[in-house]
């Protein structure tokens, strides 16, 4: 049986982990070459909680993950990565994860980092690049407030220039992670969208098992995927939605600051400010026909594995 390596960016993050779970856990019914796959997760610090983390949670399928240290800030390092997995039998795929910067802050790194990968899954002759995006705010660069929404935008772009000239790519749109609503930051985030969305507005919510599932069925079946956008969500919520879904399911109040502090971070920051108006500019593109393969996108996903409501994520999360 053949192993295809697989390079994993963001390995010890949220998407990281699911992914490489997601790709290990029998069967694999959408791999219709019965491949035995090989990770090489790519980490900053190799001896952080993270990385044990990873490690520990896949039990028995440790032995078909390497853990390589290398940090995406250093060309020069990540492309000796690339190397070294050459040499170990070629390079199947790369599944490329960016930390986002943070709010407000310049994503500068992000796009280098990005461009960066996308050269090299090109120069090594990859047979699937699939790079994590985001569900988009509009169909045009100029729509995005927030600077890593612009960097990913221009990553795509760059990945569909490179396409012409031979580059397999894939590209995954999430959209906002339910487990943002999770601790202290979640209950921030609560108040903030609660404060800051118009009461229409929905939102476009994934569970990140789910972004793993997809991912992983993509390499699964790649040649189904190239060239292709695949946006990834359970069902979109507005906020009195999702507090009334959640207090019906776990019998109690969704966790929230008081409203003066969200409206206090709303009128002194200009990212959370961004956000919300990124969020429902693309409600607003979704509900007025402006973003028209939206569906089409979320299909795909769909055809690949069950995405999450967040009702069943909730009652899931309340089972285990």
């Not at 903030?192 to 939102?203: F, H, P, V």
């Not at 599932?213 to 190239?226: E, L």
Request: net charge negative.
């Amino acid at each position: 049986m053949a192993v295809r390596n697989i390079i994993v960016t963001g390995a010890t993050g949220r998407q990281g982990r699911a992914f490489i779970h997601a790709l290990f856990k029998p069967p694999t019914p959408n791999d219709p070459n019965d491949a035995a796959y090989h990770v090489w997760a790519v980490t900053r610090n190799p001896a952080a909680p993270a990385t044990s983390v990873l490690l520990e949670g896949e039990g028995s399928n440790t032995k078909d993950i390497t853990v390589v240290q290398g940090d995406l800030n250093n060309a020069t390092r990540i492309k000796e990565i690339f190397t070294e997995v050459a040499a170990e039998g070629g390079i199947f795929g790369a599944f490329v994860v960016l930390a986002y910067p943070g709010l407000g802050n310049k994503s500068d790194e992000e796009e280098r980092q990005g461009k960066m990968l996308a050269d090299l899954a090109l120069e090594f002759k990859l047979d699937a690049l699939v790079y994590s995006s985001t569900i988009p705010p509009g169909p045009d660069l100029d729509d995005a407030f927030d600077a890593s929404h612009r960097s990913k935008r221009e990553i795509e772009l760059y990945c569909k220039k490179l396409g012409e000239t031979g580059l397999n790519w894939t590209i995954v749109r999430p959209g906002f992670f339910v487990e943002n609503f999770d601790g202290f930051m979640g209950s921030l985030a609560v108040a903030i969208l609660s404060q800051g969305l118009r009461k229409e507005t929905n939102i476009a919510l994934v569970a990140s098992e789910d972004i793993g599932k997809v991912a992983a069925g993509i390499f699964q079946d790649h040649s189904k995927f190239t060239h292709k956008t695949v946006s990834i969500t359970g069902g979109c919520l507005s906020m009195s939605e999702i507090k009334a879904t959640y207090a019906d399911v776990v019998g109690k109040q969704m966790p929230s600051v008081p409203a003066i502090f969200a409206w206090l971070i709303l009128k002194l920051s200009s990212g959370a400010q961004h956000v919300a108006k990124e969020i429902e500019r693309n409600y607003d593109v979704r509900v007025n026909g402006g973003y028209p393969t939206f569906e089409e996108e979320v299909e795909l996903a769909k055809s690949l594995c069950e995405l999450q409501t967040y009702r069943n994520w909730l009652l899931k999360r309340k089972e285990t």
